[in-house]
């Protein structure tokens, strides 16, 4: 558990990095850059509750093996 925690958040650290840079490189604004950054840990947060919830309801259904 605690492995998976510190990968879990290594990866979204390293996914804002990118995604600051991708910002920085588009906009050339850093206000803009954060706001995409922050955009971005949002919706990713969001998107990932919404498929961990199908993963499941599927799962207890029996269409994904265990």
């Known amino acids: 558990m605690k492995r998976a925690l510190v990968k879990t958040v290594s ?3 390293m996914n804002s990095v990118y ?5 920085m490189l588009v ?3 850093v206000s803009v850059a954060l ?3 922050g955009a971005e ?3 990713k947060v969001f998107a990932y509750f ?3 919830r199908v993963w499941e309801s599927k799962a207890l ?4 093996a265990k």
């Open 11 to 13: 990866y979204r650290m």
């Open 19 to 23: 995604g600051f840079a991708v910002g």
């Open 27 to 29: 906009t050339g604004n």
């Open 35 to 37: 706001g995409i950054v």
């Open 41 to 43: 840990a949002a919706y």
């Open 50 to 52: 919404v498929h961990e």
């Open 61 to 64: 259904k029996g269409v994904l």
